[in-house]
Antibody, heavy 120, light 107 residues
Framework: QITLKESGPTLVKPTQTLTLTCTFS??????????VAWIRQPPGQALEWLAL???????RYSPSLESRLTITKDTSRNQVVLRMTNMDPVDTATYYC????????????WGQGTLVTVSS | DIQMTQSPSSLSASVGDRVTITCRAS??????LNWYQQKPGKAPKFLIY???SLQSGVPSRFSGSGSGTDFTLTISSLQPEDFATYYC?????????FGQGTNLEIK
């Protein structure tokens, strides 16, 4: 059974760096073809894909946010970490950690999400 | 970036109705199109991949079709638990963009 859970601060100040951790079970990021993505959703708005890391450490970023994002993995601890610098109130959103497969790049297992509010 | 446009943005229907949601890509994406269902306060649920393949455990009243730029999600007979927001997502190339969502409400 695949599960993912996001953890990190619920409140950050403008200009600060957000660090979110995804801890997962039921699969290994050393397995060929697997990946973990981060997707966010501002309140009342649509889903936005942010970043993705694959089993072979290949990484993809949203071009509009690439300069602010870093995604890394710790295979031994079953964790993926997303860092987003220079946070702004428009970054207030629920952030989801999601399992993906390289063949069709769909997002089949989702964490419960964590709401991050950016406010001074 | 590939833009995904869903129509309608909202839809009112009754239990037992057949409903269709459309998703259009700004360029050809072959069959790299996925559908998700989201209920208020919950994470999205994965429904369909590769335009028409049903994820395991998803009821057969859900179906998808299309290729290239035009795709549809059809629910053959609406059930009370189907009232939710539906999103399409292209997985042809990064960034893996989503549509703006279709809110399916009870009439």
């Amino acid at each position: 059974q695949i599960t993912l859970k996001e953890s990190g601060p619920t409140l950050v100040k403008p200009t600060q760096t957000l660090t979110l951790t995804c801890t997962f079970s039921g699969f290994s990021l050393s397995t060929s073809g697997l990946g973990v993505a981060w997707i966010r959703q501002p309140p009342g708005q649509a889903l936005e894909w942010l970043a993705l890391i694959y089993w072979n450490d290949d990484k993809r970023y949203s071009p509009s946010l690439e300069s602010r994002l870093t995604i890394t993995k710790d295979t031994s601890r079953n964790q993926v970490v997303l860092r987003m610098t220079n946070m702004d109130p428009v970054d207030t959103a629920t952030y989801y950690c999601v399992h993906t497969i390289e063949v069709f790049y769909y997002f089949d297992y989702w964490g419960q999400g964590t709401l991050v509010t950016v406010s001074s | 970036d590939i833009q995904m446009t869903q129509s309608p943005s909202s839809l009112s229907a009754s239990v037992g109705d057949r409903v269709t949601i459309t998703c259009r890509a700004s360029q050809s994406i072959s069959i790299y199109l996925n559908w998700y269902q989201q209920k208020p306060g919950k994470a999205p649920k994965f429904l369909i991949y590769a335009a028409s393949s049903l994820q395991s455990g998803v009821p057969s009243r859900f179906s998808g079709s299309g290729s290239g730029t035009d795709f549809t999600l059809t629910i053959s007979s609406l059930q009370p638990e189907d009232f939710a927001t539906y999103y399409c997502q292209q997985s042809y190339s990064a960034p893996y963009t989503f549509g703006q969502g279709t809110n399916l409400e009870i009439k």
